[in-house]
């Protein structure tokens, strides 16, 4: 296989993928560039639909263009230069004016490889799309999802995806399985993605809020006698914390179907086991830690730092070769 990345485009990867990285640099080499170039070509289009600055139907028309062109139904690349000025994650603004090279990667892999990239890419942005379309109210205005299939669709699209193309490029690459245990995985697959989008909504609730964005379904808001804007205070957590909870028990439901997805991998594989241990145990730590605390309050940043994530690091590298280890490191 040829190197898709050299120096500076894993530069701009490690830079806009913040601890993902981790586990992206300890793939098994015959599947790590394919899951790394989704990863920087979903961050793109990413970056185009969540930019604070900037007019939204101009960045849905790019995002619109940016779709046509890296599915090649259009040989012509959105002009990003403004909006890359805008940035301010040099990493990022590296990457909006690096789009042509980028994309143009893609054409390195094989056929089946750009088909399964270009596909899971085009989901993704389908989804990125139907939120800039849903959430295109003037800003002093919030939005909310109508309801839970809203946002079951928009967890698949974002990251259920994901899971789904991480599966098809194990399978393609690093081993094989029968029939029952391919449904098992892609299942579970999709499933390790809702959970990871999941957690990314329920622990920035306040920041997407200060955007116009309420991804708490509003039917599930009205049950509890709340509204959007009502999130806005953090005096009200006592009374949204039941559903809040509700919305956990869902992301922990799909954590616990992660973990079944590492126990139907080849106990051999030890670097593909290990690449998906981190998030999570690392989401484990965070849905622990956003059950405890106050999420409506802006001032009140819940995260796992940096020293507990190379913590976990190191107790994965020592786990993952012994079964027994690696059980008790994702039921903690």
Known sequence: MPTIFDSELDSILEGT???????????????????SLLYL??????????????????????LEAYDRYSQKT?????????????????????????IEEVTSRIGQFSDSDQESIRHCLGIIISGQIMDLERFSSPSDTISSLDDDLELDDYTFRVAGSVGEFWTRMSLDHQFKANPE??????????????????????????????????????????????????????RN??????LYDKYLDITESHLEAAVQYIGLLP???FRLRGSCMLPIVIGKRTVSKLRNGNVLDPNNTIKIDRSEVKAVVRKIVFS?????????????
């Not at 993928?17 to 899951?35: A, G, H, T």
């Not at 002009?79 to 590296?94: C, F, I, V």
Request: proline share 8%; aromatic share 4%; with cysteine.
């Open 17 to 35: 993928s913040r601890s993902f990285y981790l586990s992206l640099k300890e793939l098994p080499k015959p599947i790590r560039q394919q899951v």
């Open 41 to 62: 070509l979903a961050r793109t289009s990413d970056t185009i639909a969540d930019s604070e600055a900037g007019d939204p139907q101009k960045r849905l028309a790019s």
């Open 74 to 98: 259009s040989d012509r690349a959105p002009d990003l230069t403004e909006l890359a000025k805008l940035q301010t994650n040099p990493s990022e603004r590296r990457l909006l004016e690096s």
């Open 181 to 234: 245990t391919e449904d098992e995985l892609f299942d579970r697959g999709v499933r390790f993605g809702k959970a990871l989008q999941m957690i990314n909504i329920l622990r920035d609730i306040p920041s997407d809020l200060s955007l116009g964005r309420c991804y708490i379904p509003m039917i599930s808001l009205v049950e509890h006698g709340l509204t959007p804007d009502d999130l806005l205070d953090p």
């Open 237 to 242: 957590m006592g009374q949204f914390k039941p």
């Open 267 to 269: 106990h051999g594989q």
């Open 320 to 332: 993952v070769p012994f079964e027994g280890m690696s059980k008790k490191l994702l039921e903690d």
